[in-house]
């Protein structure tokens, strides 16, 4: 077995984690002595036949405080429907799981496992514009019960930081698509840093080695194993084709091919184990590598794999090693003291928990120029289009149908160009997954910070698009008139952000969030009044879309804005006689009056206060609906 010597940092870190020892007496362990399960199965239904197929058979295990627990097979071998089974997740689409969780040898709720546990995701969800310290802060205010002091919580952070060797990152931001901040490396530790703030006792890792060379994987181990060490955690972490020198990080290995056991034991004895049931290691062989390839049934050409996958399989089953792990979950069944159902940690009040948020989304939204930024940038580019293109307008009838064009092509394009948002809020979202799936927030907090943290950002945009387009158009020149324009604006893309939060809770896949946007948005348009005149719009886009269209109230609030008040002049001269295209008691003097182009687009006055309200309804429905989708999406 050889071992490499670059970086198995952590224990170079040793000194720090001394000195840091009293002061972080918090993270200590002393509730767990042990986690176990057993029998545990999963069932699934099949997804070409639909009947019903094993992937997890009669799992059994056991780890003590303070050691390491690699669950490791080849591809598709069940590592993440143990990992998840033994989390209390959902172990894999419809599944059933059957068997014992135990903590300290009782069966314990999910509830339970929750309070005393962390899961870390392979797909981290750090929020690229924090910077390290944070990260952890948010992650502790999150986490802590509002009655831990801010002295206390930065002490917390500040010793993890310490003892994931990331000092000098402290103040680094986590790194954006446009702004490089932590490596690879880094990012994982602070995951996994981030995740140790709540103080949990036994800590699930979905490989936390993934996406990471060799020499980082084993940085990354070595800081865990020494943190489980000194703080007595149990550490459980699927692996996938680990080196040597990570693979001797593990105390404990669970082997693993098409969801059946291959072996259950100390790291140090499955050389041993293999070797008496007749697979020896070749010398100078990555024992991990060794293994995975023997039961990589992928790998079969000609159906010895499976054979001998199945004869490893079934030799466990009748394994000296096996019943020592019976035994040991047999003796703390015995030796349970009980006490573990009524476990439970303190957490921030429920009105924290959303300030914590809007605040964390008030340093994105300003440091991430991805979040509103480039959005900004768009919107004040298109007023400068805009403005300039639709350029001083004059009251008379030549110019009537361009101003109708601005109103429209303004208040639909603004609309449209909201699905630059769906990016961001996806990436607000996969973070809310895991800190939901961490019990550490709920959809309303979520949907209440996502909300407010909006509203300035589009309130922004709507006066700074104002300022430019509205002025240089020359459209009504009244203050109060400018501001309900600047109102009107504000409601139509708060009604198209809402639009995409809720469109993205229910498709939270990029493409497939950004395509229903745009159709919605199409849809929207062609139905909002201004295309096809609501007194021929058939009945089914009438009666069916348009009256919930929020773009039909922000394009009819808009029109009476400009058009409730004020005449035109027609086209000709008295002596050459005049051309009105829009009737009117005044056409005799070559004039018309704004509510007759009115009329013509069957748009009454007098209603912009009911427009509003129901505009902010329609709001409040994409919320409320956002919400739900959360919710049912749980
Ligand atoms: N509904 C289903 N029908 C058929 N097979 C399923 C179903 N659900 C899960 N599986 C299979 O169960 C197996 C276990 O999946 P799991 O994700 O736990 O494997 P893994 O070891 O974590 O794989 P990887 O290393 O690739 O992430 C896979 O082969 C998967 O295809």
Not at 164 to 174: C, K
Not at 501 to 506: A, D, G, K, Y
Request: glycine share 8%; aromatic share 12%; with cysteine.
């Amino acid at each position: 077995m050889t071992r490499t010597t670059s970086a198995p940092r952590a224990q170079d870190e040793g000194p720090d984690l001394e000195m840091n020892t009293v002061k972080s007496a918090h993270l200590a362990n002393d509730i767990v002595n042990s986690f176990g399960w057993a029998d545990l199965n999963v069932v699934v239904k099949d997804r070409k036949t639909s009947a019903p197929l094993s992937i997890l058979s009669n799992s059994s295990g056991f780890a003590r405080a303070g050691e390491m627990l690699a669950i490791m097979g080849p591809s598709g071998s069940g590592k993440t429907t143990l990992l998840n089974a033994l989390a209390h997740r959902v172990a894999a689409a419809g599944a059933t799981t059957t068997g014992d969780i135990l903590v300290n040898g009782q069966k314990v709720s999910l509830q339970t496992l929750r309070d005393l546990s962390s899961y870390v995701e392979q797909e981290d969800a750090l929020i690229g514009s924090l910077t390290v310290r944070e990260t952890m802060m948010f992650g502790a205010r999150l986490s802590l019960p509002s009655t831990t002091s801010k002295k206390e919580a930065f002490e917390r952070v500040d010793n993890l930081i310490a003892s994931f060797g990331l000092q000098s990152q402290a103040h680094t931001i986590v790194g954006t698509p446009i702004k490089k901040g932590l490596s690879g490396g880094q990012k994982k530790r602070l995951g996994i840093a981030s995740r140790l703030v709540t103080n949990p006792k036994i800590l699930f890792l979905d490989e936390p080695t993934s996406g990471l060379d060799s020499a980082l994987s084993l940085e990354v181990c070595s800081y865990i194993k020494n943190i489980a060490r000194k703080y007595k955690l149990v550490i459980v972490a699927s692996i996938h084709q680990p080196s040597s020198a990570t693979f001797q990080q593990f105390d404990h290995l669970c082997l693993m091919s098409g969801g059946r056991t291959c072996y259950f034991g100390p790291v140090s004895g499955a050389t041993r184990y293999f070797g008496r049931t007749g697979y020896p290691i070749p010398p100078e062989t990555n024992s991990a590598e060794f293994f995975l390839d023997l039961i990589n049934t992928d790998l079969d050409k000609n159906g010895e794999i499976v054979r001998r996958t199945d004869d490893i399989c079934k030799s466990w089953d009748t394994a000296e090693e096996r019943t020592l792990v019976s035994q040991a979950i047999l003796k703390s069944r015995e030796g349970s003291a009980g006490g573990m159902s009524h476990y439970a940690v303190d957490r921030p009040s429920r009105l924290m928990v959303p300030v914590v948020l809007l605040r964390r989304s008030w340093i994105k939204s300003y440091r991430d120029i991805m979040a509103y930024g480039i959005r900004i940038a768009m919107y004040l580019g298109l007023a400068i289009l805009m403005g300039t293109v639709f350029l001083r307008f004059q009251a008379e009838q030549k110019y009537v149908q361009p101003y109708i064009n601005a109103i429209f092509f303004g208040g639909a394009f603004m609309s449209f160009m909201a699905v630059a948002y769906v990016p961001a809020f996806l990436e607000d979202l996969s973070t809310f997954r895991q800190e939901r799936a961490n019990g550490l927030v709920g959809p309303l907090a979520f949907m209440i910070s996502n909300f407010i943290i909006g509203l300035p950002f589009l309130f922004v945009i709507a006066l700074l698009f104002s300022v430019v387009a509205y002025w240089l158009t020359n459209f009504r020149a009244d203050a109060s008139t400018f501001f309900m324009w600047v109102l009107w604006l504000f409601l139509d893309l708060l009604a198209a952000e809402s639009l995409v939060v809720f469109v993205s809770s229910i498709f939270n896949v990029f493409v497939v969030a950004l395509a229903v946007t745009a159709f919605a948005n199409g849809l929207w348009m062609c139905v909002d009044g201004f295309l096809v005149p609501m007194d021929i719009l058939n009945a089914f886009w009438k009666y069916v879309f348009h009256y919930i269209d929020y773009q039909a109230y922000v394009f009819q609030g808009m029109m009476v804005n400009q058009f409730q008040h004020g005449v035109y002049e027609c086209d000709g001269t008295s002596a050459a006689g005049y051309q009105c295209s829009y009737p009117s008691d005044i056409n005799g003097e070559g004039k018309f009056r704004g509510t007759d182009i009115l009329r013509q687009f069957s748009i009454t006055t007098g209603l912009q206060g009911t427009w509003v309200g129901i505009t902010i309804g329609i709001i409040a429905g994409y919320r409320i609906l956002a919400y739900l989708a959360l919710v049912l999406r749980k």
